[in-house]
């Protein structure tokens, strides 16, 4: 009789082990927007069990059993095994959804707090979304990781690519953030101010004309100061190609909106005039928020001043004359 219950508990033991397994491949299958080369990532100081088994029931047997493991990870190309007490998790996001999808898995998420820290943990990693944690508000955020360019590790925070987002937007709108990580996007100020503020940090503006020139621009130190005025401040031009300077006129200057005039200017805005929330002086001569318009035509909106409210950049091919087809701003900590 012992025998046969210490089979039956040996039995219900492996079966409630198998189950606890089937359900984790059929809940990671069914969030199948995390890519298989990310999967769960175990810091080395937290590895407790590396090694090569023959499948993920062994891997999850020795890990829990002999190793008080958390969680463990199997590579089936490899057949290897890492058990650790705590995982990071990144997830990528192919659907706008993501949100709801990562929700039930956050009690064994360590997030990271920027694109450079993923890099640095992880150097496999590839450009995607991911989902990070602010270093000082705690503030969860989706955003979308450049991984390839000048040795990657930049946090997008600005983004346009076709004029399916209006920028056109009040102060709130712009502190807060808007558009989508995968599309158009401004991250939010707030959000950009703490980014940066984590460390010493550099920023950089790529662009696209209409005839596919590229050119780009770094700055050796980025941040947003003064408060909720959001001043600019870039400090020296590290690096540029094709781009003359442009953002430089903008430098120490504070963030104005169609509704929050913080311009130079003292009889009119030049959020209205340029159509765009700007590090505006006097008005700018980058106007990369500025209306999204095809090229040969001229910004005619309503309150602006025309042909100066495209979305260009005074410095690149042309100045503005040229409407770009595509920008971006992004910060790495260096």
């Not at 993923?118 to 989706?142: C, Q, R, V």
């Not at 360019?149 to 346009?160: C, E, K, L």
């Not at 159509?275 to 505006?280: I, K």
Request: proline content about 3%; overall charge negative.
């Amino acid at each position: 009789m012992k025998s046969k219950s210490k089979i039956v508990i040996l039995i219900s033991t492996f079966l409630f082990v198998l189950q606890v397994i089937s359900s984790t491949i059929v809940h990671w299958k069914k969030y199948d927007f995390i890519r298989q080369s990310l999967p769960l990532f175990c810091k080395s100081s937290e590895i407790l069990f590396s090694g090569t088994v023959h499948d993920p029931l062994e891997c999850s047997k020795i890990c829990s059993m002999k190793h008080s493991c958390l969680v463990s990870s199997f590579k089936p190309d490899s057949h290897e095994c890492i058990g650790c007490q705590e995982f990071r998790i990144w997830y990528v996001e192919t659907a706008p959804t993501i949100k709801h999808a990562i929700e039930p898995q956050k009690h064994l998420v360590s997030l990271v707090s920027d694109c450079k820290e993923i890099l640095d943990e992880f150097p496999e990693a590839e450009s995607g979304f991911y989902e990070i944690k602010l270093w000082s508000s705690n503030k969860t955020l989706i955003v979308n990781c450049d991984m390839e360019t000048d040795g990657g590790g930049w946090t997008i925070f600005h983004r346009r690519l076709d004029g399916s987002i209006e920028f056109y937007r009040n102060f709130t709108e712009y502190e807060n953030g808007f558009g989508n990580a995968g599309g158009e996007l401004w991250l939010g100020l707030k959000y950009i101010q703490e980014l940066a503020d984590q460390s010493h940090s550099e920023l950089r503006i790529d662009m696209t004309n209409y005839n596919n020139a590229t050119g780009y621009e770094i700055f050796q130190e980025f941040k947003l100061t003064n408060g909720i005025k959001y001043t600019l401040n870039i400090g020296l031009r590290d690096a540029s190609v094709n781009v003359a300077a442009g953002l430089a006129y903008s430098n120490s200057v504070p963030f104005t909106t169609f509704d929050r005039d913080l311009d130079t200017v003292g009889s009119r805005n030049c959020a209205v005039d340029r159509h765009a929330g700007w590090w505006h002086r006097s008005c700018t001569i980058v106007n990369l928020n500025g209306l999204y318009v095809p090229p040969g035509s001229i910004c005619k909106v309503a309150g602006a001043e025309p042909g100066q409210c495209d979305h260009q950049h005074g410095g690149f091919d042309g100045g503005g004359e040229v409407k770009l087809r595509r920008s971006s701003m992004m910060l790495r900590r260096t």
